[in-house]
């Protein structure tokens, strides 16, 4: 809500720059305006460049506009050297701009010396490496009556458009992407589970009985603990029966018995006062107080049992109270990793066959619109049922993740498990899709400040993409990011499409 807030006073400000701009209606002959520029439009890997051209005469100066936007994040370039040259069959002019005017935006001025079809190339050096984009199909005429017409005809229109200037979208968190046509299979949309992975989470144990002092009084779940960092401690207090200290000091008074009976059998054997068996079950009588006794003196200091963490992570879940009494063996806390996870579903039988051929899947927390690949995560297929019961009806199916994306054990996320397709279909992204009392909407690209608000029919999503059954074309264009800022800027109806730029 607050970037919509922010968006609207942006578009605001924009709209009044760009109504004092334009400074009334265009001239027209014909339906046409006489005073349009040419849109050059290219893309490669790295770069959009969106320029608009005075049209090209022969022998007339051309002021060219370019807009250079980075693929990766839709943000302008802000430094490098550009240059732009024009070539018509064997004959090339170019001009080179060390740097932009303003971000992103690089001006250059070029009179063609022959007519004729050709093509407009910008190359682009940066720090980052070099990069070119081609624009072809780009005329020069002999008289400016014929180039304007050219012009005015290459217009981009529609009766449902919507401008949004490129130093708009620079401003918002926005992007366009190509159609994608791709295989896409049968999608087991469910709600998963994320717990903790068997490796990836430990269970602490009282080794005796007593009772439990919590450690500096600083343990407490979701507390980071280290391996080895102490975290309780067990002692018998003031307890009559079962004390920790009495049975050290008991088994300490064994072993000091033990080990001075079986030295005095050691020295009687020599004098045959003793017989060999004696002599035996003395030693065997010492080892076992000593191993006794060792045990309690390695994990009792004071009178008190030391109670540590056996591996790093942070606890989880504290199942003591401190001042509780506890047995040997009974569980203290959970000590979780967190990095390793389980997401657990369950599906329908009918779905037996589809998981056979599952090839990937997405994961979403709720309410959330970002989406995580199984690549992303690191992640595998553990295992999914094989076989139903009366009293699991449900297919149980397991993945195993790397939790790069902060999942929180415990909770639930949306699981999008896919099936390899047979068929190629056009895919856009979800956050393409605009929903209007139960239909939906992209925005396609008719110049990137020129979109077409247009209905699709969609089908089905993996959560990330959603299959498009009509309304586009593979070869389209469409907003991938900030859709609904475009339909803001359209539903304002205050921008001219055509009211050109004031830089």
């Given at each position: 809500?607050?970037?919509?807030?922010?968006f609207?006073?942006?578009?605001?400000?924009?709209?009044?720059?760009?109504?004092?701009?334009?400074?009334?209606s265009?001239a027209?002959?014909?339906?046409?305006a006489?005073?349009?520029?040419?849109?050059?439009?290219?893309?490669?890997d790295?770069?959009?460049?969106?320029?608009?051209?005075?049209?090209?005469?022969?022998?007339?100066?051309?002021?060219?506009?370019a807009?250079?936007?980075?693929l990766?994040?839709?943000?302008?370039?802000?430094?490098?050297?550009?240059?732009?040259s024009?070539i018509?069959?064997?004959?090339?002019?170019?001009?080179?701009?060390?740097s932009?005017?303003?971000?992103?935006?690089y001006?250059?001025?070029?009179?063609?010396?022959?007519?004729?079809?050709?093509?407009?190339?910008?190359?682009?050096?940066t720090?980052a490496?070099?990069?070119?984009?081609?624009?072809?199909?780009?005329?020069?005429?002999?008289n400016?009556?014929?180039a304007?017409?050219?012009?005015a005809?290459?217009?981009?229109?529609?009766?449902?458009?919507a401008?949004?200037?490129?130093?708009?979208?620079?401003?918002?968190?926005?992007?366009t992407?190509?159609?994608?046509?791709?295989?896409?299979?049968?999608?087991?949309?469910?709600v998963?589970?994320?717990?903790?992975?068997?490796?990836?989470?430990?269970?602490?144990?009282?080794?005796?009985?007593?009772?439990?002092?919590?450690?500096?009084?600083?343990?407490?779940?979701?507390?980071?603990?280290?391996?080895?960092?102490?975290?309780?401690?067990?002692?018998?207090?003031?307890?009559?029966?079962n004390?920790?200290?009495?049975?050290?000091?008991?088994?300490?008074s064994n072993?000091?018995?033990?080990?001075?009976?079986?030295?005095r059998?050691?020295?009687?054997?020599?004098?045959?006062?003793?017989?060999?068996?004696?002599?035996?079950?003395?030693?065997?009588?010492?080892e076992?107080?000593?191993?006794?006794?060792?045990?309690?003196h390695?994990?009792?200091?004071?009178?008190?049992q030391?109670?540590?963490?056996?591996?790093?992570?942070?606890?989880?879940?504290?199942?003591?109270?401190?001042?509780?009494?506890?047995?040997?063996?009974?569980?203290l806390a959970?000590?979780t990793?967190?990095?390793?996870?389980?997401?657990?579903?369950?599906?329908?039988?009918?779905?037996?066959?589809?998981?056979?051929?599952a090839?990937?899947?997405?994961?979403?927390?709720?309410?959330?619109?970002?989406?995580?690949?199984?690549?992303?995560?690191?992640?595998?297929?553990?295992?999914?049922?094989?076989?139903?019961?009366?009293?699991?009806?449900l297919?149980?199916?397991v993945?195993?993740?790397?939790?790069?994306?902060?999942f929180?054990?415990?909770?639930?996320?949306?699981?999008?498990?896919?099936?390899?397709?047979?068929?190629?279909?056009?895919?856009?992204?979800?956050t393409?899709?605009?929903?209007?009392?139960?239909?939906?909407?992209?925005?396609?690209?008719?110049?990137?400040?020129?979109?077409?608000?247009?209905?699709?029919?969609?089908?089905?999503?993996?959560?990330?993409?959603?299959?498009?059954?009509?309304?586009?074309d593979?070869?389209?264009?469409?907003?991938?990011?900030?859709?609904?800022?475009?339909k803001?800027?359209?539903?304002t109806?205050?921008?001219?499409?055509h009211?050109?730029?004031?830089?």
């Amino acid at each position: 809500m607050r970037m919509v807030k922010q968006f609207m006073a942006l578009l605001t400000a924009v709209a009044i720059v760009g109504c004092a701009s334009n400074g009334g209606s265009h001239a027209h002959d014909e339906g046409h305006a006489h005073e349009e520029n040419l849109q050059v439009i290219a893309y490669n890997d790295n770069f959009e460049v969106f320029a608009e051209v005075t049209p090209l005469v022969v022998g007339e100066a051309s002021d060219i506009l370019a807009h250079f936007t980075h693929l990766e994040n839709f943000k302008p370039l802000t430094s490098g050297k550009v240059t732009v040259s024009l070539i018509v069959g064997t004959e090339g002019i170019r001009q080179t701009a060390e740097s932009p005017s303003r971000p992103g935006i690089y001006r250059f001025a070029l009179t063609p010396a022959v007519k004729g079809a050709g093509k407009m190339i910008f190359d682009i050096e940066t720090e980052a490496g070099k990069s070119q984009l081609t624009a072809r199909n780009i005329y020069v005429y002999d008289n400016k009556h014929d180039a304007q017409h050219a012009a005015a005809d290459a217009v981009a229109t529609s009766s449902n458009g919507a401008g949004f200037t490129k130093e708009m979208s620079w401003k918002v968190d926005f992007a366009t992407e190509q159609c994608r046509l791709e295989r896409f299979g049968k999608v087991i949309r469910t709600v998963a589970r994320i717990e903790p992975a068997q490796e990836g989470e430990q269970v602490i144990t009282a080794k005796s009985s007593g009772i439990v002092t919590f450690t500096n009084g600083g343990i407490v779940e979701g507390k980071a603990v280290a391996n080895g960092q102490q975290l309780f401690t067990l002692a018998g207090g003031d307890m009559v029966d079962n004390n920790l200290s009495v049975r050290y000091r008991e088994a300490e008074s064994n072993y000091t018995l033990a080990k001075r009976e079986y030295e005095r059998k050691s020295e009687l054997i020599k004098e045959q006062l003793v017989t060999e068996s004696e002599l035996l079950q003395a030693k065997r009588n010492f080892e076992t107080a000593e191993a006794i006794y060792n045990n309690l003196h390695r994990n009792i200091s004071g009178g008190s049992q030391a109670v540590s963490a056996t591996m790093s992570g942070y606890i989880n879940r504290l199942l003591v109270r401190n001042g509780e009494y506890v047995e040997a063996g009974q569980p203290l806390a959970v000590i979780t990793k967190n990095n390793t996870l389980y997401v657990k579903a369950e599906v329908q039988p009918n779905n037996y066959q589809a998981l056979k051929g599952a090839v990937s899947a997405n994961f979403r927390e709720q309410n959330s619109e970002r989406c995580y690949s199984l690549e992303e995560l690191g992640g595998r297929l553990v295992s999914y049922g094989k076989a139903v019961s009366a009293e699991s009806p449900l297919l149980p199916v397991v993945y195993q993740i790397k939790n790069v994306a902060d999942f929180l054990p415990g909770s639930f996320i949306e699981l999008y498990i896919k099936t390899e397709g047979t068929e190629e279909v056009i895919t856009v992204a979800n956050t393409a899709l605009v929903e209007e009392m139960g239909n939906y909407f992209v925005y396609v690209q008719l110049t990137p400040e020129y979109f077409e608000k247009r209905e699709v029919k969609i089908g089905a999503t993996d959560g990330e993409r959603t299959v498009i059954l009509s309304g586009l074309d593979s070869s389209e264009r469409v907003v991938s990011k900030g859709a609904i800022l475009v339909k803001l800027a359209q539903s304002t109806g205050t921008l001219d499409a055509h009211a050109g730029h004031v830089h």
